[in-house]
């Protein structure tokens, strides 16, 4: 029987843990940007429950989409509704199940690389991204391909950056991941926690901050 995931259960469980995360989103992106990945994103999920809670005719992942892309400044504003766009156009061609899922990250991911131009091992939201797409291509289930980003996440604690604010710090990140791989990472974690609620991920904070989580 093929899975399917409500992409309104996906957006809000998301909004939940960036709230947790705030504090370590921000922390991290002092020591790489502007310090405001965490408000940023907090207010576009905030400001997408906001649009959830008042009715919608579109696909959900499509509302995201015009919150961020409308709404949301800084880098994550532009680049994370592009995300949703394209994922919401996906989900809406080819349904809420495993081939949904990956062609919108698929294309979401393409898109990203095609206005950033990063690849994987440049620090960025790209290191996140590629392996959960990978995952997904592959056919893994929902948990294993959040195992998958969040590992992708974790290692660009050991990248010296090659683009964006950070390329400009040398080795002062060194020793803490990306805060935008890490938004990423979560973002599958809240996918997989919608899709396989008992499956054992551990919570945000074990996300976040415990190397053996997931």
Same mark, same amino acid.
């Given at each position: ?7 309104? /259960?996906? *957006?809000?469980?998301? %909004?939940?843990? $960036? ?7 921000? $922390?991290?992106?002092? *020591? ?36 961020? *892309? ?5 880098? #994550? ?75 992708? &996440?974790?290692?660009? %604690?050991?990248? /010296? ?5 950070? #390329?400009?710090?040398?080795?002062? &990140? ?17 996918? %997989?926690? &919608? ?10 904070? %074990?996300?976040?901050?415990?190397? $053996?989580?997931?």
């Amino acid at each position: 029987m093929t899975v399917t995931v409500d992409q309104e /259960k996906v *957006l809000r469980i998301y %909004a939940e843990a $960036a709230r947790t995360a705030h504090d370590r989103l921000t $922390a991290l992106d002092q *020591l790489s940007g502007d310090g405001d990945f965490g408000d940023n994103l907090c207010a576009g999920l905030d400001g997408v429950e906001a649009r959830l809670d008042e009715g919608f005719d579109q696909v959900p992942f499509t509302v995201a989409a015009q919150v961020f *892309l409308d709404e949301v400044g800084g880098t #994550s504003g532009p680049l994370m509704g592009l995300l949703f766009q394209e994922m919401g156009r996906a989900l809406a061609a080819h349904g809420d199940g495993p081939e949904g899922w990956a062609a919108g990250v698929r294309e979401g991911l393409a898109a990203i690389q095609r206005v950033g131009e990063a690849e994987p091992g440049d620090r960025t939201l790209v290191d996140a991204l590629v392996p959960a797409r990978d995952a997904l291509d592959a056919g893994s289930g929902f948990a294993d391909t959040a195992r998958a980003s969040l590992a992708g &996440a974790r290692a660009t %604690a050991d990248i /010296k950056a090659r683009r964006g604010r950070a #390329s400009y710090l040398g080795e002062r &990140a060194l020793g803490a991941p990306d805060p935008g791989a890490i938004g990423v990472a979560l973002l599958f974690w809240s996918l %997989a926690r &919608a899709a396989e609620p008992d499956t054992d991920l551990g919570p945000v904070t %074990a996300v976040l901050d415990d190397p $053996a989580a997931g």
